[in-house]
């Protein structure tokens, strides 16, 4: 048997949960007149308090709430708009670079051997190729990121 009076917490403990409470309180509680009464009040409050009615709302707020919501967009897998773009804007951007030093690129494919220019031209286009692999990869990665839904 402990000594001291009995916590609020202890208190609490044993007027919710009396079956589980600890023996060492409940044997306090036989001996100490000042540890019951405190019981008792937890106990006459907690039972006010299931007897309080559940508060009830005149709405329905569950429709109020999903009504304000907008309704989730189905996620396009494969972005063919994107494809699109993405080749035309290559197709600028090479288109621009060939039409700054595209005279002089073609002199300079001119003066060389047919095999150097044949190298010279595959080992661009296999260059070209993987990046663009690694670029459309590297986008739908990203894509997938963001995909909420
Ligand atoms: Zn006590």
């Not at 897998?77 to 030093?101: P, T």
């Amino acid at each position: 048997m402990t000594t001291r009076h009995l916590s609020e917490e202890d208190l609490q403990q044993v007027a919710l949960e009396p079956a589980a409470s600890a023996p060492i309180l409940v044997d306090h509680l036989q001996v100490c007149s000042h540890c019951r009464v405190r019981l008792r009040n937890y106990q006459l409050l907690f039972t006010q308090l299931k007897a309080i009615p559940q508060p009830t709302l005149d709405v329905d707020l569950a429709s109020l709430v999903l009504a304000k919501i907008d309704p989730p967009k189905a996620a396009r897998l494969e972005s063919d708009w994107f494809d699109y773009r993405f080749g035309l804007g290559l197709a600028a951007g090479l288109g621009s670079v060939l039409y700054c030093i595209g005279k002089t690129l073609w002199l300079t494919l001119m003066a060389g051997s047919p095999m150097v220019v044949g190298l010279m031209l595959t080992t661009v286009v296999i260059v070209f190729g993987f990046l663009l692999l690694d670029q459309r990869r590297s986008h739908q990665r990203r894509m997938k990121t963001l995909s909420l839904y």
